[in-house]
């Protein structure tokens, strides 16, 4: 497990949460950060009612390399944050402090360092 002192950078609006005996990433009011296992390196497939559920996670303006995170324009013209060139999402069903979208479909999985 990683110690305090050894957590990554982060950019301004994501913070890590401690989930038990794991680190999170979060943004907003603990809202956990997920990936798509189905997205390729730096590209979002979720669009349309797949963003409804799986809000991408918004770059501010002017955001850009922060460590491991980069900011990527998906093709509805949004700036969305990647972490490790994994794209990265918040599920709309999560209340702040939860992390139940973890192994949805196979496919969406917590995102941490």
Not at 73 to 78: A, E, G, H, K, Y
Request: with cysteine; hydrophobic share 30%.
């Amino acid at each position: 497990m990683l110690s305090e002192t050894a957590l990554p950078q982060t950019p301004s609006e994501i913070s890590i949460l401690r989930k038990g005996d794991r680190y999170v990433f979060c943004v907003g009011e603990s809202q956990a950060i997920y990936s798509n296992g189905l997205d390729p390196p730096n590209r979002s497939n979720c669009y349309r009612q797949c963003s409804e559920l799986w809000p991408p996670v918004i770059a501010k303006v002017g955001g850009g390399r922060v460590g491991s995170w980069n900011v990527i324009v998906r093709s509805d013209n949004l700036t969305q944050w990647t972490y490790k060139s994994r794209p990265v999402y918040t599920y709309a069903r999560d209340a702040p402090g939860e992390a139940r979208g973890e192994g949805i479909g196979g496919i969406w999985h917590l995102v941490g360092p």
